[in-house]
């Protein structure tokens, strides 16, 4: 059974940091956290590429990172020197042989 719930979000300040925790389970590969702000198209934000590195987009690049505890089936974001421009919601997508799978995602908002 496929299983992917993401957590860690709320409101936080500029400059601000959150660590966003996805728990995957039931799939064969993490695909990435992508996020989606009001009005724009979803975007991949993190991912990890063949051979375990890290790849991020050029708008969070220095500020997040990506890393994963494969014990716990969790796969984190950290987010450090937040901007109100990451507002969004933030997800994890995942698959299996057939299926790609969303979780439901977690509000992020960066706000003074």
């Known amino acids: 059974q496929v299983h992917i719930v993401e957590s860690g979000g709320g409101l936080v300040q500029p400059g601000g940091s959150l660590r966003l925790s996805c728990v995957v389970s039931?799939?064969?590969?993490?695909m990435g956290w992508y996020r989606q702000a009001p009005g724009k198209q979803r975007e991949l934000v993190a991912t990890?590429?063949?051979?375990?590195?890290?790849a991020y987009s050029d708008s969070v690049k220095g500020r997040f990172a990506i890393s994963r505890d494969n014990a716990k089936n969790t796969v984190y974001l950290q987010m450090n020197s937040l901007k109100p421009e990451d507002t969004a919601v933030y997800y994890c997508?995942?698959?299996?042989?057939?299926?790609?799978?969303w979780g439901q995602g977690t509000q992020v908002t960066v706000s003074s």
């Open positions: 997508k995942a698959r299996n042989s057939f299926w790609e799978y």
């Open positions: 039931g799939v064969n590969s993490f």
């Open positions: 990890f590429n063949s051979g375990g590195s890290t």
